[in-house]
């Protein structure tokens, strides 16, 4: 019976009550399945609707059945996202035959919610870039969009303007039952490119600054060469060696600040994965936030790691290579100038 119940499907359609059967798919998943859907009803007939919705979900994608994702849309009109459970209607209707029992049922449940889906409509603002996007949630939306009222689930969202040569510009929505937003989409202010100064070639580049020596004099002024101390100094062996230390210490610390951020990051696409819909391509406010605190998460555990590895090699070829008998035999050079920065690693044999 438990293999046959998971697609019987309960219907409370006016006031009566109808079922449906249909195949197990035989699948190894099966079993996990069913459980998962048998826990979704009794949440259900407690009235814990988002954890029906949820043990719903993961059925389906175990074990996909029209019964199933008929009492998922079920689920989630009940607990109010109303463009998601129009959505999943609508899917049933396309698995089934038409003018089937079970077809006239989800078009009615279909046609019942549909008047009370919030729309979105988006109008590009006069001037604005023609390859202005709007991101809201984990759905983007374009050109072929706008004018168009979109269906979403009630609610509130930040809209993201994305335009080229623009900053970004967010804005505040919130959707109610039945009643369309309009948003004018305006990109933020523009961010053009700084020129170079008048009468100034763009590649001038100062003088290199070697790190590794400590001369009396200045530098000679070929830029890309390094230096030796005078004969009458002490050697700055010890200083070549200290720096390796440093930055081996400081690639440490960016393996470290990389390695938090990105479990930081794994625990923020969890959260994400758990409140988007990925047959709406949209998110709730959670998934959102999680969304965008993931990116920013994901920029810092990518520049800790490269800190890491930069500073640890560089630190390592700094203490091995240094000469104890009184001879730097590497220099860590920098060279700076408008618009362009390098740093080189000079050896001297």
């Not at 046609?111 to 949630?137: H, I, M, Y």
Request: hydrophobic share 35%; with cysteine; glycine share 12%.
């Amino acid at each position: 019976m438990k293999a046959i119940s998971r697609t019987l499907t309960i219907l409370a359609c006016c006031g009566g009550v109808t079922t449906w059967g249909g195949l197990a798919s035989g699948q190894s998943n099966t079993a996990a399945a069913e459980v998962l859907f048998e826990q979704g009803r009794a949440d259900m007939d407690a009235g814990n609707y988002d954890a029906a919705c949820d043990k719903f979900r993961q059925s389906d994608k175990l074990d996909p059945a029209v019964g199933t994702k008929f009492n998922l849309a079920d689920c989630e009109e009940k607990r109010g996202r109303l463009a998601t459970a129009w959505e999943l209607f609508r899917a049933v209707e396309c698995q089934v035959a038409p003018g089937s029992e079970r077809y006239e049922i989800a078009k009615q449940r279909r046609e019942a919610v549909e008047p009370r889906v919030p729309k979105l409509r988006l109008t590009l603002a006069q001037g604005a870039p023609s390859n202005t996007t709007v991101r809201v949630g984990n759905a983007e939306f374009g050109s072929g969009t706008f004018g168009v009222p979109l269906p979403l689930d009630p609610g509130t969202y930040t809209a993201v303007v994305v335009a080229p040569q623009h900053a970004e510009r967010r804005v505040g929505i919130t959707l109610e039952s039945g009643k369309v937003a309009e948003i004018v989409v305006q990109p933020g202010e523009p961010t053009p490119a700084l020129p170079a100064p008048a009468g100034q070639p763009a590649a001038a580049a100062a003088p290199a600054t070697p790190v590794a020596a400590s001369p009396a004099e200045p530098p000679p002024s070929t830029a890309s060469q390094p230096y030796p101390p005078p004969a009458d100094q002490p050697s700055p062996s010890g200083a070549t060696k200290t720096t390796g230390y440093v930055l081996a210490g400081v690639g440490a610390a960016g393996l470290v600040v990389g390695g938090v951020t990105g479990i930081m990051v794994l625990n923020k696409k969890k959260t994400a994965d758990e409140h988007c819909y990925p047959e709406l391509r949209t998110c709730d406010q959670e998934g959102v936030d999680a969304n965008e605190d993931g990116r920013t998460l994901g920029m810092v555990s990518t520049f800790g790691f490269a800190v890491g590895v930069v500073g640890l090699g560089l630190g390592t070829y700094f203490i091995l290579t240094s000469d104890d008998e009184g001879q730097p035999q590497t220099a860590l050079m920098t060279q700076l100038g408008p618009g362009t920065s390098q740093i080189s690693v000079v050896r001297r044999w």
